[in-house]
């Protein structure tokens, strides 16, 4: 123990300018512990409030992120509410004719495609001659025909995507090797 002592006070005579003064307050080692013991809690405070924040911060993400999944097809949602309104409008009349009938149909039609514009559904309809591209076409045959091979003689079915995401692919037919 005596070591200690002597090293402690070697110690403290090394971290202590050299007092010119007898005013000048000389910081003892239980002092020197003690301001330690205060900043060690201050950082550790500190250290626990920033995780505090942190974890906050991630809970708050987590929340948000499931909330833009339960939600995600809300604006797409609202667009087709009118279009649904019209097609239940039209079965209550009660004599409709054909022309009425196509008119009714016609009005749905472009509702159903504002609809799918606003929230960015996009047709694929390649027209006869456009060449296969396998990233938006399915080609469902090849059959002979007076054009260039692999270029699309029939759109059996549109495709559709999702701002440039594919939905569902067209189904075409194309020409084969001649």
């Given at each position: 123990?005596?070591?200690?002592?002597?090293?402690?006070?070697?110690?403290?005579?090394?971290?202590?300018?050299?007092?010119?003064?007898?005013?000048?307050?000389?910081?003892?080692?239980?002092?020197?512990?003690?301001?330690?013991?205060?900043?060690?809690?201050?950082?550790?405070?500190?250290?626990?409030?920033?995780?505090?924040?942190?974890?906050?911060?991630?809970?708050?993400?987590?929340?948000?992120?499931?909330?833009?999944?339960?939600?995600?097809?809300?604006?797409?949602?609202?667009?087709?509410?009118?279009?649904?309104?019209?097609?239940?409008?039209?079965?209550?009349?009660?004599?409709?004719?054909?022309?009425?009938?196509?008119?009714?149909?016609?009005?749905?039609?472009?509702?159903?495609?504002?609809?799918f514009e606003k929230?960015?559904?996009?047709?694929?309809?390649?027209?006869?001659?456009?060449?296969?591209?396998?990233?938006?076409?399915?080609?469902?045959?090849?059959?002979?025909?007076?054009?260039?091979?692999?270029?699309?003689?029939?759109?059996?079915?549109?495709?559709?995507?999702?701002a440039d995401r594919?939905?569902?692919?067209?189904?075409?037919?194309?020409?084969?090797?001649?």
């Open positions: 123990m005596q070591d200690q002592e002597k090293y402690a006070e070697q110690a403290a005579a090394m971290e202590q300018p050299a007092a010119t003064d007898a005013a000048t307050p000389v910081a003892t080692l239980e002092e020197q512990l003690a301001a330690s013991q205060l900043l060690v809690q201050e950082l550790q405070d500190s250290f626990l409030r920033a995780k505090a924040e942190v974890e906050n911060f991630r809970r708050r993400a987590q929340e948000d992120v499931t909330r833009a999944h339960k939600f995600a097809i809300e604006g797409f949602a609202e667009a087709l509410v009118p279009v649904k309104d019209s097609l239940e409008m039209a079965l209550l009349v009660e004599t409709p004719s054909v022309e009425s009938l196509k008119e009714g149909v016609e009005m749905t039609l472009k509702q159903l495609s504002a609809a929230n960015r559904l996009l047709e694929i309809k390649p027209n006869q001659g456009d060449k296969l591209d396998p990233m938006k076409h399915q080609a469902i045959s090849m059959v002979p025909a007076d054009q260039e091979a692999n270029t699309i003689v029939n759109t059996l079915q549109k495709g559709y995507l999702i594919l939905l569902r692919p067209a189904l075409v037919t194309v020409a084969q090797e001649k």
